[in-house]
């Protein structure tokens, strides 16, 4: 009940919820997918499942980029660490995240030189203060970080610093929507479409989901109604047999996007030709590399990097849980051996992983927000 | 890193290196505003900020409605943190910014 006073507009909460129930058909099971991790926490934080009825699931995508990347990239940024007068980078989710040996955090208990900073921004001013150290950040994120992780860049190079360098895991979101798409075990009615990210890369890259795919994408907000608003706007669509691109969250995602994000994006990165994503495996041009002409940038360009291939531990199900093919407590390790406090697996790091969202939001059962403010 | 943090431009501190003071519930930073030289703010506009960065301006109703989501989802208080973490400023001795809980 605490955030019931809180809640914008709770009457139009309950407005939805009740659209909601007229435009779904009770012969159909609809499976709708929130891609961005961020919705994923907004859906259990404000328990916005009561709200639907039982025939409207909402599945769980792969944008926590904490929770996608695999243990083999986490290994390697420490390898590359561990070189005597180095240091190591990166925003504070990444601190906890387990490598095979140890997170970050762990590895500065050690000993090793582990810093967090919130902008890579201040990774390059790490850099400029400690001109006899290499400063190496270890940058993480869709669309929503890259544009940042390649303007540092283009002023290191314009600066002509050269004891910084970049280990790039910069994910793109399209890409691993497809693989969701083509992944056999996976049926899918329609998505929840990422709001930040979409605010780089505009809404015209939805276009193939709806046009060649048939699905509807709804970009939306992150308050409780523009979820449930966003989950109308795709019941609406689909009781129609119409498949389209719409835009809940006019207010923020300008339909083109970013360009200025995304010119600073072409002059920095490519694509690669594949990059492994936990729990999806490898993945044509879903990740971004850095060019050529920033190699001296590049910490895999300019240093001799394992290319470590990690296997999770295998009681945990992070893969099946990340496909939403498994749901979170459904894992062997859910609230036993993996819990935020001691987590096994990424989900369960970062508050955008889904066992995190699950573990703090259902399994210790607080009162339901959502339905207090319905009802 | 996902959080879109709201903030108001209280001044330009430079035009060419893109560098302006922004105000985000009472605390001031440097944040960047080079994603945005298509359309480059201006003192008073808001702005939503990722990684110390600027990605969108915003009205201002839509600022106070973000400051209220990030609320709702309790995540306020992580936002603060990386507002004040932005340019090194609370950065402590052993090297870990301030802010930081175990």
């Known amino acids: 009940m605490r955030f019931v006073d809180e809640f914008r507009a709770p009457e139009l909460i309950g407005k939805a919820g009740k659209e909601i129930r007229r435009l779904a058909d009770p012969n159909r099971h609809y499976r709708i997918m929130e891609v961005c991790g961020g919705h994923t926490h907004a859906i259990y934080r404000f328990g916005l499942k009561d709200l639907l009825p039982s025939n409207v699931e909402l599945i769980h995508g792969p944008g926590c980029p904490v929770c996608v990347l695999p243990m083999g990239r986490i290994d390697d940024g420490l390898s590359l660490a561990a070189q005597p007068d180095f240091i190591f980078a990166a925003f504070g989710d990444m601190m906890r995240v387990p490598g095979t040996h140890g997170s970050p955090l762990e590895y500065k208990a050690r000993g090793m030189d582990v810093r967090i900073v919130y902008s890579p921004a201040d990774a390059l001013k790490l850099a400029r203060g400690n001109p006899d150290k290499h400063v190496m950040f270890f940058a993480i994120g869709f669309e929503t970080t890259a544009p940042s992780t390649a303007l540092t860049l283009m002023r290191a190079k314009t600066e002509g610093l050269r004891n910084f360098s970049v280990f790039c895991n910069h994910v793109t979101i399209i890409p691993a929507i497809r693989a969701i798409l083509d992944s056999p075990d996976m049926r899918l009615d329609g998505f929840v479409g990422p709001g930040h990210v979409s605010t780089v890369i505009g809404c015209r890259p939805y276009d193939w989901i709806a046009k060649d795919e048939g699905k509807p994408v709804v970009v939306s907000g992150f308050e409780p109604l523009d979820i449930l608003q966003s989950i109308v706007m795709l019941l609406r669509q689909l009781r129609k047999g119409e498949a389209k691109v719409e835009n809940q969250y006019k207010r923020v995602v300008p339909w083109e996007g970013n360009r200025a994000a995304l010119r600073a994006m072409a002059e920095v990165f490519e694509l690669r030709p594949y990059f492994e994503w936990r729990g999806l495996g490898f993945i044509s041009q879903s990740a971004l590399k850095i060019r050529a002409s920033y190699a001296q940038w590049d910490s895999e360009q300019r240093f001799s990097v394992p290319g470590l291939r990690v296997t999770d531990p295998k009681a945990a199900q992070c893969g099946e849980v990340l496909k939403g093919v498994l749901k979170p407590a459904q894992c062997k390790l859910f609230g036993r051996e993996c819990t935020p406090e001691q987590p096994v697996g990424a989900l369960m790091v970062s508050s955008e992983g889904s066992c995190a969202a699950h573990y703090n939001y259902e399994h210790r059962k607080p009162v339901s927000i959502a339905g207090a403010a319905a009802n | ?102």
């Not at chain 2, 996902?2 to 922004?22: D, F, M, R, Y």
């Not at chain 2, 990722?50 to 301006?57: N, Q, T």
Request: negative net charge.
């Open chain 2, 1 to 102: 890193m996902c959080l879109a943090i709201p903030g108001k431009i209280v001044k330009i501190v430079s035009e060419n290196a893109h560098l302006a003071v922004v105000d985000v519930v009472g605390v001031r930073r440097k944040v960047d505003l080079g994603l945005l030289r298509d359309e480059p703010p201006v003192s008073g506009d808001w702005v939503l900020i990722h990684v110390g960065f600027a990605m969108s301006k915003i009205s201002e109703a839509d600022a106070i409605d973000q400051m209220q989501t990030l609320k709702m989802l309790g995540e306020a208080e992580a936002a603060m943190e990386e507002v004040r973490g932005y340019g090194l400023e609370n950065e402590g001795q052993d090297g870990l910014a301030y802010g930081w809980k175990e």
